[in-house]
């Protein structure tokens, strides 16, 4: 027996104990809104597996329907750590209606 085998199971760092990943841009577009720049990204509804709140209209982004996620193109000066915790789901037409 090897002096490092112990019979124990190595364990995973938790993921919540990372730092968060970088958004990934792809298939995204660039929007300018009244507020400032914003990343935009297109989610089919065969991809949208969950609910979420749209900010739009405050009703629930059901599971299956086509949607949009949104996100500053730069952090809010609210010292946020990363613009992925200012990530919202919005029904696409409420995002269009957007000033």
């Known amino acids: 027996m090897r002096a490092w085998n112990t019979g124990r ?11 968060a990943r970088p958004l990934s841009a792809g298939h995204a577009a660039s929007e300018t809104k ?3 720049a914003w990343v935009v990204r297109s989610v089919p509804g065969a991809r949208a597996t969950k609910e979420y709140r749209c900010p739009g209209c405050q009703q629930v982004v059901l ?12 952090g809010s000066s609210w010292a946020v750590t ?6 919202r789901h919005w029904h ?8």
């Not at 990363?82 to 990530?87: A, G, Q, T, Y």
């Open 9 to 19: 199971v190595a364990r995973r760092p938790s993921k919540h104990l990372r730092a």
């Open 34 to 36: 009244a507020d400032g």
């Open 63 to 74: 599971p299956g329907t086509p949607h949009v996620v949104a996100w500053p193109a730069e």
């Open 82 to 87: 990363s613009p992925l915790e200012e990530r």
């Open 92 to 99: 696409t037409g409420c995002w269009q209606r957007r000033p």
